[in-house]
């Protein structure tokens, strides 16, 4: 039996702090200490560790009652990447020992998942894993992961976007210094967004008008941030040139329906 995408694990997986899960993970894998002092160490200051039942193959015999079983652990680094390790673990040896192996990579977890489960029988052989699919050297990992980070007990309530920039603190900070409107966010605002770790910046539309004989230009886009508690939160930048000079002013507001409303009703509608 195989369970593709399993949210199940076992309490010792789940919760914790993120270092102490990722120390307890090496501790039950055989060659762990290996592991820890390579390609693991940036782990130690992850932010949030979560792990879901990725796959599964049970046998009651003819012989004995074998199992194998795959865990999926994802960490949240403090630049807002994600970082992925696979869990192996399996009772298929002789002596029926409970055996755990610590992978980076998914196709070396693919060949040691094939190797292990040649113990159940009707196996083909490995399936090849392109080298620039997921797990390969320097490999980003989907939203599917921090969805799963930030929302373990319900993903509905998790983001649905992708966070591709950093320096996102300095990046708030910036753009609240440019804002030109009267009102606009600061204090509790600027504070949360401090603890920004990452921000993607998206264009919500982009309109033309003409006012008093002059072609008056603005643009709506979305600063979205991830902060440090898992937690968004969006700022709403209006750009425009209804000013006396012609030049482009910022403007920035907490609610895209205030941003759309200054640019229909006061740069538009003059």
Not at 41 to 59: E, F, K, N, P
Not at 88 to 96: G, I, K, S
Request: with cysteine.
């Amino acid at each position: 039996m195989d369970v593709d995408g399993a949210d199940t694990a076992e309490p010792e997986r789940s919760g914790g702090v993120p270092a102490d899960q990722l120390a307890g993970l090496l501790a039950r894998a055989d060659g762990g200490a290996a592991a820890a002092a390579s390609e693991v160490d940036v782990l130690r200051s992850a932010l949030m560790h979560h792990c879901w039942l990725q796959s599964c193959r049970h046998a009651k015999g003819p012989l004995r009652r074998m199992n194998r079983r795959t865990f999926r652990h994802s960490f949240l680094l403090p630049d807002g990447s994600v970082r992925v390790l696979w869990e192996l673990e399996h009772d298929t040896v002789p002596d029926a020992a409970v055996h755990r192996s610590v992978f980076t990579g998914q196709e070396q977890l693919s060949l040691a998942e094939w190797e292990v489960d040649t113990a159940f029988g009707g196996s083909a052989g490995p399936q090849e894993v392109p080298c620039d699919g997921p797990g390969a050297a320097g490999q980003d990992y989907g939203v599917e992961d921090v969805d799963a980070l930030l929302a373990p007990g319900g993903r509905e309530t998790a983001f649905r976007r992708a966070y591709t920039e950093g320096d996102s603190a300095e990046h708030a900070r910036r753009l609240l210094r440019r804002a030109a409107n009267a009102g606009a966010p600061g204090g509790d605002v600027g504070i949360r967004l401090r603890a920004a770790i990452a921000h993607a910046i998206s264009i919500v539309t982009r309109r033309t008008a003409v006012v008093d004989g002059r072609h008056v230009s603005w643009s709506l886009y979305e600063h979205a941030f991830l902060l440090l508690d898992g937690s968004e939160l969006s700022l709403w930048e209006i750009d425009h040139t209804r000013t006396p000079s012609g030049d482009p002013v910022c403007e920035v507001y907490t609610s895209q329906d205030a941003a759309l409303d200054t640019a229909i009703r006061r740069i538009e509608a003059g």
